[in-house]
Antibody
Framework: EVQLVQSGAEVKKPGESLKISCKGS????????IGWVRQMPGKGLEWMGI????????RYSPSFQGQVTISADKSISTAYLQWSSLKASDTAMYYC???????????????WGKGTTVTVSS | EIVMTQSPATLSVSPGERATLSCRAS??????LAWYQQRPGQAPRLLMCGTSTRATGLPARFSGSGSGTEFTLTISSLQSEDFGVYYCQQYSDWPLFTFGPGTTVDIK
């Protein structure tokens, strides 16, 4: 079964660092882009950025450039999203998702993790 | 950045009725448009890619149409499990794949 398994909920204080993970299984991890999506409480989906684990090519939405770091370790089929100094406004659900790629070419995000809740509060 | 808008914000539909959701892009995205459903407490689920290609296992009551800047998702006969929030997403503007704000489908 193709799946993305995300790390568990986090509760942090402002200024702390954090790295959350997304482990792929059931497919060749290095062959598919992995995107990250933020969903703030009661709000819609926001595109953060995307990484190709095969060569770690990473692209960011301008809104998130410099605010987070996306990385991947292909040896363990895991992508990461990290913050060096959290703010209360980072409180949200974060999803990783795989970009569809098949004989028809590239598409939307076809496999999603269940999400990681990040709460930042003093 | 391509801005996506969706209408209506909320749609209340009785079971068995048709639901029509609209999505508009601020500039042409060709056919590079996906639809997702998100039920409360769940991750989004891909419904449609390439404007009109249903995801594996998606019932035929879901159909997508449009191109360029105007898109529609139609649910021909709404079932109780179809409630939730529906998002469109363009993936034409690499690498900034923006989402619409969502349409909430309530079961009347």
């Amino acid at each position: 079964e193709v799946q993305l398994v995300q790390s568990g909920a986090e509760v942090k204080k402002p200024g702390e660092s954090l790295k959350i993970s997304c482990k792929g299984s059931g497919y060749t991890f290095t062959n598919y882009w992995i995107g990250w999506v933020r969903q703030m409480p009661g709000k819609g989906l926001e595109w953060m950025g995307i990484i190709y684990p095969g060569d770690s090519d990473t692209r960011y939405s301008p809104s998130f450039q410099g605010q987070v770091t996306i990385s991947a370790d292909k040896s363990i089929s895991t992508a990461y999203l990290q913050w060096s100094s959290l703010k209360a406004s980072d409180t949200a659900m974060y999803y990783c998702a795989r970009r569809l790629f098949n004989s028809g070419g590239y598409g939307g995000m076809d496999v999603w993790g269940k999400g990681t809740t990040v709460t930042v509060s003093s | 950045e391509i801005v996506m808008t969706q209408s209506p914000a909320t749609l209340s539909v009785s079971p068995g009725e048709r639901a029509t959701l609209s999505c508009r892009a601020s500039q042409s995205v060709g056919s590079n448009l996906a639809w997702y459903q998100q039920r409360p407490g769940q991750a989004p689920r891909l419904l449609m890619c390439g404007t009109s290609t249903r995801a594996t296992g998606l019932p035929a009551r879901f159909s997508g149409s449009g191109s360029g800047t105007e898109f529609t998702l139609t649910i021909s006969s709404l079932q109780s499990e179809d409630f939730g929030v529906y998002y469109c997403q363009q993936y034409s503007d690499w690498p900034l794949f923006t989402f619409g704000p969502g349409t909430t489908v309530d079961i009347k």
